[in-house]
Every structure is written in C-alpha cells, then in structure tokens.
C-alpha cells in the first residue's frame, strides 16, 4: 500500500574550507625569510591547522547522525503505533537539528566539508527524510494536512530529492508530495516528464494518471487506468482505478471496488501491516470507502438497472492474489 521504498544513495557536497590564521607575526619575520621559504612555512601551517579541524568536524558529524538516527527510530515507532501526528513532531525536531548543526558547522573554523560524507550522514539525512514525508502522507490521507504542514511536506520531499535530483524515484516523492499539497501544475509537470522518460514504471504511471484526474484531465486519465489496472500492485493503485473508471464504465468501476474490499482484507491481516497502525487505518479507510461505493452503485436495487449487472472481470481476481500473496 505505501509506496516502495526509495533507492538510498550518496553524493558528495563540496564547499570552500576555512582556515584559521596562523599564530606568529609574519611581518616581522618578512626581512629574514625568503619569500619562497615563508610561502612554504605558510602552507604547512595551514595543513596542519586544516587536518586538526576536519577531525573535529568528522567528530561532530559523527554525533550528529548519532543523535538523527535515534530520533528516526522514533519517529518509525510513532507511525507503527499509529501516532501519525506524534511522528511528525519528532522528525520536524530532527530536521532542525540538521539545520542548525550545519549551519554552526559552516560558521566555525572547524567546518570541514567532506565531513558530511562520513559515516554515511548523507544517508541517514535521507533516512529522515523518507520516514517524516511518510508520516506527512498518512496525517494526509486520514486526517488532512493544515497550509503549514502542507509546506513542510514538500519542504522534506525537496530536501530528499536534493540528496540525488538523479533518482527518477525521488523525484516521483517530490511530484506526489506537491500533487498532494495541492500544487497541481507542478506535480503533473514532474510527473508528465518521468512518465514520457524510460525510467516509466507502474507508481509513476499511477501516480501521473492520479494527478491529471485530480487536475481535470479526466479523459487522459480514463485512459491510462482503463489499461493499467489488470496490473495494479497496491491497493490505492486499485482504488483508484475503481474511482476513475466509475464514471465511465459504472459495472467495471464496481466489480473495481469489490476487488479492492477483498485486496483490502487480505492486508489487513499481512505481517507487516499487523504490526503497522498507520498502515491499518489507511487499509481500513479505503475498503470503507469502497464499501460506501459500492452500496451507492446497488442503490436502485442489484439487476434492476443493466449497467449495475456485475459481470466476472478476471484482472481483478488476479490483482487480488498478486496483493495477498506478496
């Protein structure tokens, strides 16, 4: 149901190196030292100086993804225990301690650039980034997000895409984030580009027809879904072809909410959904809402009207056992 996790990966962050001055008087060394000599003299203050404070920096840095990496597993605790809110909270804090120690880090004589790479701080920077835009995308689907906390998602999608504006996968977060936070324009436009490159896959598909849905496109994305959803892995790609095709095609958008019930009691009682809270109440979100319209389409009673007569879509079965058994 939640989308895959994505690809971790490491770039290196360059930036100029500040080093402090030395500590003897060269002006009035200047009339006996050769200017060749005192060029030298120079340079090896300045690398002993320069190794001292990238030690101290590596060290910081060290006790930096230390502290980051004990607020993600809580953070992760809160989402299982279904405190989505609670989640939110702590990674926000972990995201300012990012901010604040690099930004004293940049300030001090001890800033060492190539220090952000140790130890994989990159990649536990990215590890928050992923859990925090995963609590702001289940506060999103089962309670809604405030303007504030709408900035702030796409602020983490950003900050996550940065890391490696390279990855197809961050850049469908960051699409889905600004989809989801309502900037509509952007999201398609992101979205339109991964869909049209080879790196076009099943959750940008989806995700892509989604957004043209939500943006008025409605016939475009009729007819992604129309061929897409034999093939739909989750539970929300399913959903949302039984939302889309509905309008369209009233007996398949049924039998498309039917298949989703089933897909959706079959996670319920998957291992690691069990163990999931959040997971649990957005399962349980859609196969109400897929119950609620299906009992809307059988309103006027089952068979009296020839577009409600359910007919037997074989995809939909197979969807459901593909979901089960996974």
Same mark, same amino acid.
């Given at each position: 149901?939640?989308?895959?996790?994505?690809?971790?990966?490491?770039?290196?962050?360059?930036?100029?190196?500040?080093?402090?001055?030395?500590?003897?008087?060269?002006?009035?060394?200047?009339?006996?030292?050769?200017?060749?000599?005192?060029?030298?003299a120079v340079s090896e203050t300045a690398y002993n100086d320069n190794s001292e404070a990238q030690s101290v920096a590596t060290k910081s840095y060290e006790?930096?993804?230390?502290?980051?990496?004990?607020?993600?597993?809580?953070?992760?605790?809160?989402?299982?225990?279904?405190?989505?809110?609670?989640?939110?909270?702590?990674?926000?804090? $972990?995201?300012?301690?990012? #901010?604040?120690? #690099?930004? @004293?880090?940049?300030?001090?004589?001890?800033?060492? +650039?190539?220090? *952000?790479?140790?130890?994989?701080?990159?990649?536990?920077?990215?590890?928050?980034?992923?859990?925090?835009? $995963?609590?702001?995308?289940?506060?999103?689907?089962?309670e809604g997000l405030n303007n504030d906390e709408k900035e702030k998602y796409v602020r983490t999608a950003k900050s996550h895409f940065d890391i490696n +504006? @390279?990855?197809?996968?961050?850049?469908?977060?960051?699409?889905?984030?600004?989809?989801?936070?309502?900037? =509509?324009? *952007?999201?398609?436009?992101?979205?339109?580009?991964?869909?049209?490159?080879?790196?076009?896959?099943?959750?940008?598909?989806?995700?892509? $027809?989604?957004?043209?849905?939500?943006?008025?496109?409605?016939?475009?994305?009729?007819?992604?879904?129309? @061929?897409?959803?034999? *093939? @739909?892995?989750?539970?929300? #790609?399913?959903?949302?072809?039984?939302?889309?095709?509905?309008?369209?095609? %009233?007996?398949?958008?049924?039998?498309?909410?039917?298949?989703?019930?089933?897909?959706?009691?079959?996670?319920?009682? %998957?291992?690691?959904?069990?163990?999931?809270?959040?997971?649990?109440?957005?399962?349980?979100?859609?196969?109400?809402?897929?119950?609620?319209?299906?009992?809307? =389409? =059988?309103?006027?009673?089952?068979?009296?009207?020839? *577009?409600?007569?359910?007919?037997?879509?074989?995809?939909?079965?197979?969807?459901?056992?593909?979901?089960?058994?996974?």
């Open positions: 149901m939640i989308r895959k996790p994505f690809v971790l990966a490491l770039i290196l962050m360059t930036s100029l190196v500040v080093v402090s001055g030395c500590s003897f008087n060269l002006s009035k060394l200047s009339s006996k030292i050769p200017s060749r000599e005192r060029s030298e006790v930096l993804q230390k502290n980051l990496n004990n607020e993600i597993n809580q953070v992760v605790d809160e989402i299982m225990a279904g405190r989505w809110n609670e989640a939110i909270v702590i990674g926000e804090a $972990a995201y300012k301690m990012i #901010q604040d120690e #690099q930004s @004293a880090l940049v300030n001090s004589t001890v800033y060492d +650039p190539y220090g *952000q790479n140790a130890y994989g701080y990159n990649a536990t920077k990215e590890k928050l980034y992923e859990v925090l835009s $995963a609590a702001y995308d289940f506060k999103y689907h089962l +504006p @390279a990855d197809p996968f961050k850049k469908l977060a960051l699409a889905k984030a600004l989809t989801d936070s309502g900037d =509509l324009n *952007q999201g398609v436009r992101l979205l339109g580009e991964l869909y049209n490159s080879p790196y076009r896959e099943k959750d940008i598909t989806e995700t892509y $027809a989604w957004a043209l849905y939500l943006s008025g496109k409605k016939d475009e994305a009729y007819n992604i879904y129309k @061929a897409f959803y034999p *093939q @739909a892995e989750t539970l929300v #790609q399913l959903f949302h072809s039984a939302e889309v095709i509905e309008e369209v095609d %009233k007996a398949l958008g049924l039998n498309l909410y039917n298949g989703v019930v089933g897909a959706a009691n079959n996670l319920m009682v %998957k291992g690691p959904n069990v163990s999931n809270m959040s997971a649990q109440t957005y399962i349980d979100l859609v196969r109400t809402e897929s119950q609620n319209a299906m009992q809307r =389409l =059988l309103a006027g009673g089952f068979k009296l009207n020839s *577009q409600y007569n359910i007919r037997k879509v074989d995809p939909i079965v197979k969807s459901i056992v593909k979901l089960s058994s996974e």
